[in-house]
């Protein structure tokens, strides 16, 4: 009987080029990478002084400077508060601030203080602290009034819900008061600018109490009516067209 001669399949060559493809991408046959150049990053006070520099401001001028900036962090929001604040005045030098201000880089103003921008904009310090602590005033003013005003319509409502109750009464009384029904009792006088001046017929130097007079001019001061508040944001114009009519 004669042998059958088996043929055995003759491998492929796949194994050997996957084979030859990882070594070769084991041994670098890869695309290369291209290292990229990275920039070092600037240190803060290389930053402050090429700040400075185009500013025009030196390190002795802010040595001889009031620091206001550290004193204006202190805000309840910090420089951002102020700021925003600031953003509301019209009074000169917050202008000639936020003019100077609004075109310094990003960058530079992160890392110079602000008396550095009022010497690059020929401001004192001193006054442009008063005045930001002014616009401060008069935009927390604006806020007070805006967050009772708006609020007022539901603390009314909740305090005829409970003036209703058999337990109600200071709620009812505080509503017929409100509405002119009962006369208004005298409040609290509160002294908020003492003047250390001694009284008619003494000598001990015990300061006198406010006159009423000068104490609804300090409220004023603080909390302006909203008929003062409507008259500083109309402009002058605006009331001139108005009158000519």
Known sequence: MPRLHIVKPKKSGSGKSRATVKSQTKSGSAPEKHGSTKLKPTKPQDRRKDALKRLGVTEDQLAETPDITSLLKQSQGGLKQVLQAMRFSADLIVRAFLEKYDLIPERDRECVPWEAIALAANIDTTRLLGSAILSLQAYSANAVKIIALSSHPRITASRVKY???????????????????????????????????????????????????????????????LMRTQDALVPEAARMLEAGR
């Open 163 to 225: 003036a209703m109750e058999p337990g109600g009464d200071k709620d009812r009384t505080a509503l017929d008061t409100a509405l002119g029904f009962l006369p208004t009792t005298k409040g609290s006088t509160f002294i908020i600018n003492p003047i250390a001046k001694p009284g008619i017929g003494e000598g001990d130097g015990t300061p006198a109490p406010p006159s009423p007079e000068l104490l609804e001019n300090d409220l004023e001061h603080l909390f302006p009516s």
